[in-house]
T-cell receptor
């Protein structure tokens, strides 16, 4: 089946630094990738939608200059948390939707394992 | 909001028992999906049920959908300790994303 990886799986950084999280579709072409954020004991909330080769669409309340998204290829999207602060500490999960063997069509999204970000 | 809402928020059962989780949503849908999330991990897709389907099975999982009541249920039969996880229902959002409910935290005791 379709597999999505994320790197790193966890990261601890100092306040004010920037952190880049990668999301890769390993065996299919991801025409669309989604970035979600999940705070403890809460559900996933969509941050932005990323289509290959175009600018990301951000959800209301998500600062595009703080959360930079680059979807440069059909298999890679990156989320950069710039000038991170403790309130940015969260679990960031990407998902991908695309075409290729085993993708099950565009109704199905495949999720990465998530990245735990802790900002000190 | 089309957000799905699960009920109950938490469920604790003994191994071998059945677990039933319910989900309600607010607007029309093309399909509804159920996911599982182990603590601190990503989501695993369990099952997708389309709006013209009423019931779907996958192994020990049974999902029902009642579009007139805008509700769905997930039944896990003969539960195992390994089924311990949070379960989320989701419906489609305007960006092609998924909108998740708050989830049901299932604990299966051996």
């Amino acid at each position: 089946g379709a597999v999505v990886s994320q790197h790193p799986s966890w990261v601890i950084c100092k306040s004010g630094t920037s952190v880049k999280i990668e999301c890769r579709s390993l065996d299919f072409q991801a025409t669309t990738m989604f970035w979600y954020r999940q705070f403890p004991k809460q559900s996933l909330m969509l941050m932005a939608t990323s289509n290959e080769g175009s600018k990301a669409t951000y959800e209301q309340g998500v600062e595009k200059d703080k959360f930079l998204i680059n979807h440069a290829s059909l298999t890679l999207s990156t989320l950069t948390v710039t000038s991170a602060h403790p309130e940015d500490s969260s679990f960031y999960i990407c998902s991908a939707r695309g075409v290729g063997p085993g993708t099950g069509g565009t109704d199905t999204q495949y999720f990465g394992p998530g990245t735990r970000l802790t900002v000190l | 909001s089309q957000q799905g809402e699960e009920d109950p928020q938490a469920l604790s059962i003994q191994e071998g028992e059945n677990a039933t989780m319910n989900c309600s949503y607010k607007t029309s849908i093309n399909n509804l999906q159920w996911y599982r999330q182990n603590s601190g991990r990503g989501l695993v897709h369990l099952i997708l049920i389309r709006s013209n389907e009423r019931e779907k099975h996958s192994g020990r999982l049974r999902v029902t959908l009642d579009t007139s009541k805008k509700s769905s249920s997930l039944l896990i039969t003969a539960s195992r300790a390994a089924d311990t996880a949070s379960y989320f229902c989701s419906v489609g959002g305007s960006q092609g994303n998924l909108i998740f409910g708050k989830g049901t935290k299932l604990s299966v005791k051996p």
